[in-house]
């Protein structure tokens, strides 16, 4: 893999400017073409061996465009509020929106190739870092960015020579750090390692490109042109046709689906209500406040159909909970800055830090619902929504949320009532709308995609409780009870 | 000042359900009016002495209103990424955009109080930083937010009783920590600076209420009903009448203005200047690069004509940095989010860390330049933004960053050679539009609000530098060396 990057390539000087004088003046054009189309952002990893010249080739790609249009960020140690979220949302926080450049420099790859080599994991845990780095990728590419990955590589002679030049030279000896000599003992360690993992993520919707870094004036226009070939060609072609995701299965052959195994008929009476209330919401704040806690947090997602009563049960979980500590998030069209990025960016944005309960009054599964019903995403984008999904909420878990989703629903008729009844009580009348009266039109396609939706997204670790909504009491019981029991059983 | 609050104002459970029931209502329908109307957000401050039932205050805000719309924050310690920008960077985060209410649970009052108690200030400092917050307030309230603010008080009698009540409580004994008894013991000591604070920051765009904390009943209703009028009678009369800004000065009666004084003459060879760019360029790339800087910051703002070569300096300058180390903001219209907030939040966004350079090209100053120039906002709303501007820059001098601003100019004449130039070179013409002979036009309105802007928002530690650019080669040697000696001289 490495090989072609170790055979001395170089630039003459005369000929580098040459092409340089032509290469800048197309590359700027193309990011101007970029920022006016709009439609999709760039995203630019740089990764490789130190010495190899990453730095001067990101300040060079920053002279040689409109340095006002690219965000360059590099990753160094986290801060304490990255270090209480999920691993990835310091990489969502720097994603570029669309008709901008990002130079993301050492991002994703660098940690999982590092624990590796320092042996903190084995080669199973690399492979499986590696395979969650490609599904992250593909969902960027499928989401419209254009990915280009740069390897920059020295063969263990240049490395050694490099490190050596930069260190007697008074103006760049800063740049040599003890921890650039002590990674460069684990040399051929870090190579089969790297090796592995550009093997894997090396993908049609994210190619490396490996770099020789011995020239300078040969990794400059390398690097410059593979954008600038990249970028036209994106320009000119626009988004290349999206993998087909994997079909749905037929609805079952009886016609059979768990919205039509629910049982209806539990009810708890005002009475009971009360001292079940008063019992859940005690239990519900004691183990908001435990110690441990304090290290884990809460993500509770509300979907159901429309009037199941999601707004009131959420306040019964809020009465419970201290407001410092709790956030709800009312999801509804994403705005201008979200549109933007991916669909799940305006998520990751609002996760909060541990200790602290999330909970989501409608959530990312509008892209399989009425994203879906209502054809606000194609086919093939909300197909393909169930995986990102999981991925999502792996990530979630994995940082310690426990994550629980409900979905809330009543009969066709129940509905019916509520939706009039709404009508006729002047202080809820805000709360129905046209949309909702056209929203039922289209029930039996709801149904249809929430079955989809549980069936593709029920995890263990994060689980759809489907949960009758047609006794109101009941119900919130059985939700505050069941967020309980998920909480106390993580903990 | 806290008299009337130690003399057992109490409420009876029933007058106090019958009362709650009507307000509940009330408020309910208040937000969402609020939410409807979405021109101007509710902050409303939660302040005072421990254990007089702050937070379950606002536990029965979030329990009565809607707490999807309501985002509560308490403040705790800082993050690093907030330690490491101006004092102000995490309230900034926090505010509510319009049609929203926001809970801050111990905002920016607090440090200079319990600093003042601490003795790590003196009483100078504390008048110091409560002018400050006044004018900050002064600044919300002039962008349309309604703040509310509530001081919960208990005489010492009353807070003794109260702490051992919550402590012999085996529910309730978690909330009662030992800085709690330590803060205790300064009772006196911090009911004089409260008071002190108090007086200095109660008025009337952002009035403090001071709460009797002893009776549940009497402190929900009091806060409650406190926040129903307020909303209520904003939703009915609109936005107070502004306060008239003071007026600007007369133009001299010579008719002289700084920028007829600029000498235009100073030229550069090709030939120094590359020697000179090497040098000064070298110069700032060290001093970026020095131990002293990683505490602190740069912030260089580029304002100026049209075609006067912001871009083209710019470059120089991000020519000598490393990329991982600078941004360049290009500052345009505000975006869907930031309009939802006070003007200057999308710069307080983008505020880097420590160790940072933050180049605008263009900033703040869009407010006195284009804003007002071009009647995008009220002539109240840009004539106070000249101090609200200065206190801006002296949060940023004062968290160490080194602040820099230049006004490129060149004559009217250079402008038309250069706009003809651009309209006639193939790859330079997206650089001209329309609206750049627009503004030209009003060329006199332009130079007329820069004199004011320069006179009114030059000081020591953010001075304005009025450039000549007509010589390229000359101006960028001077702004390097602006930079590097302010710098220095910072250091």
């Given at each position: 893999?490495?090989?072609s990057?170790?055979?001395?390539?170089?630039?003459p000087k005369?000929e580098?400017?040459?092409?340089?004088?032509?290469?800048r003046?197309?590359?700027?054009?193309?990011?101007?073409?970029l920022?006016?189309?709009?439609?999709?952002?760039?995203?630019?990893?740089?990764?490789?061996?130190?010495?190899?010249?990453?730095?001067?080739?990101?300040?060079?790609?920053?002279?040689?465009?409109?340095p006002?249009?690219?965000?360059?960020?590099?990753?160094?140690?986290?801060?304490?509020?990255?270090?209480?979220?999920?691993?990835?949302?310091?990489?969502w926080?720097?994603?570029p929106?669309?008709?901008?450049?990002?130079?993301?420099?050492?991002?994703?790859?660098t940690?999982?190739?590092?624990?590796?080599?320092?042996?903190?994991?084995?080669?199973?845990?690399?492979?499986?870092?590696?395979?969650?780095?490609v599904?992250?990728e593909?969902?960027?590419a499928?989401?419209g960015?254009?990915?280009?990955?740069?390897?920059?590589?020295?063969?263990?002679?240049?490395?050694?020579k490099?490190?050596?030049?930069?260190?007697?030279?008074?103006r760049?000896?800063?740049?040599?750090?003890?921890?650039?000599?002590?990674?460069?003992?684990?040399?051929?360690?870090?190579?089969?390692?790297?090796?592995?993992?550009?093997?894997?993520?090396?993908?049609?919707?994210?190619?490396?490109?490996?770099?020789?870094?011995?020239?300078?004036?040969y990794?400059?226009l390398?690097?410059?042109?593979?954008?600038?070939?990249a970028?036209?060609?994106?320009?000119?072609?626009?988004?290349?046709?999206?993998?087909?995701p994997?079909?749905?299965?037929?609805?079952?052959?009886d016609?059979?689906?768990?919205?039509?195994?629910?049982?209806?008929?539990?009810?708890?009476?005002?009475?009971?209500?009360?001292?079940?209330?008063?019992?859940?919401q005690?239990?519900?704040?004691?183990?908001?406040?435990?110690?441990?806690?304090?290290?884990?947090?809460a993500?509770?997602?509300?979907?159901?159909s429309?009037?199941?009563?999601?707004?009131?049960?959420?306040?019964?979980?809020?009465?419970?909970?201290?407001?410092?500590?709790?956030?709800?998030?009312?999801?509804?069209?994403?705005?201008?800055?979200?549109?933007?990025q991916?669909y799940?960016?305006?998520?990751?944005r609002?996760l909060?830090?541990?200790?602290?309960?999330?909970?989501?009054?409608?959530?990312w599964?509008?892209?399989?619902?009425?994203?879906?019903?209502?054809?606000?995403?194609?086919?093939?984008?909300w197909?393909?929504?169930?995986?990102?999904?999981?991925d999502?909420?792996?990530?979630l878990?994995?940082?310690?949320?426990?994550?629980?989703?409900?979905?809330?629903t009543?009969?066709?008729?129940?509905?019916?009532?509520?939706?009039?009844?709404?009508?006729?009580?002047?202080?809820?009348?805000?709360?129905?709308?046209?949309?909702?009266?056209?929203?039922?039109?289209r029930?039996?396609?709801?149904?249809?995609?929430?079955?989809?939706?549980?069936?593709?997204?029920?995890?263990?670790?994060?689980?759809?409780?489907?949960?009758?909504?047609?006794?109101?009491?009941?119900?919130?019981?059985?939700?505050?009870?069941?967020?309980?029991?998920?909480i106390?059983s993580?903990?």
């Amino acid at each position: 893999m490495f090989e072609s990057a170790e055979i001395g390539h170089s630039v003459p000087k005369p000929e580098f400017l040459a092409r340089e004088a032509v290469l800048r003046e197309a590359l700027l054009k193309a990011q101007y073409d970029l920022l006016a189309n709009k439609t999709f952002p760039v995203i630019i990893i740089i990764g490789g061996v130190d010495g190899a010249g990453k730095s001067e080739t990101v300040n060079i790609l920053n002279a040689w465009m409109d340095p006002r249009h690219i965000h360059t960020v590099a990753f160094g140690d986290m801060s304490d509020e990255e270090r209480e979220r999920p691993r990835m949302w310091r990489y969502w926080r720097a994603l570029p929106p669309k008709g901008r450049i990002g130079i993301l420099f050492g991002a994703w790859h660098t940690d999982p190739i590092i624990a590796r080599v320092m042996e903190r994991t084995n080669d199973g845990d690399l492979t499986r870092s590696m395979d969650q780095i490609v599904r992250f990728e593909q969902m960027l590419a499928d989401e419209g960015a254009l990915i280009l990955k740069f390897w920059f590589h020295l063969s263990k002679k240049a490395q050694r020579k490099r490190l050596k030049a930069l260190e007697s030279d008074p103006r760049t000896t800063w740049r040599v750090a003890d921890t650039d000599w002590e990674r460069f003992k684990l040399y051929d360690k870090f190579r089969g390692v790297c090796e592995s993992a550009l093997r894997i993520t090396s993908t049609e919707a994210a190619p490396w490109t490996v770099v020789e870094g011995t020239d300078a004036n040969y990794r400059y226009l390398t690097v410059g042109q593979s954008i600038l070939d990249a970028l036209a060609k994106r320009l000119a072609d626009g988004k290349p046709a999206p993998r087909r995701p994997a079909a749905l299965p037929e609805p079952a052959i009886d016609g059979r689906t768990i919205l039509q195994s629910i049982d209806f008929s539990k009810t708890l009476s005002h009475r009971k209500y009360q001292t079940a209330l008063e019992k859940w919401q005690g239990r519900l704040n004691e183990l908001s406040r435990s110690k441990k806690f304090r290290r884990r947090s809460a993500i509770v997602v509300f979907e159901g159909s429309d009037a199941a009563g999601k707004g009131s049960t959420i306040r019964r979980i809020t009465g419970a909970l201290d407001a410092r500590f709790y956030r709800v998030i009312p999801v509804a069209a994403p705005g201008e800055e979200e549109r933007q990025q991916p669909y799940l960016w305006r998520f990751w944005r609002n996760l909060a830090r541990n200790g602290r309960t999330t909970i989501f009054d409608r959530s990312w599964y509008g892209r399989v619902l009425v994203e879906r019903v209502e054809g606000f995403c194609a086919e093939d984008d909300w197909m393909r929504a169930y995986h990102e999904i999981n991925d999502f909420e792996k990530e979630l878990v994995d940082a310690g949320a426990i994550v629980t989703k409900f979905w809330m629903t009543i009969t066709k008729e129940e509905q019916l009532k509520r939706f009039k009844l709404r009508e006729d009580t002047p202080f809820k009348r805000f709360k129905i709308t046209e949309e909702d009266w056209r929203n039922r039109d289209r029930w039996d396609d709801y149904e249809r995609a929430v079955c989809d939706m549980v069936e593709r997204t029920s995890v263990k670790e994060a689980p759809w409780v489907v949960m009758p909504a047609q006794d109101k009491h009941w119900t919130r019981i059985e939700v505050l009870k069941t967020l309980c029991r998920r909480i106390e059983s993580a903990l």
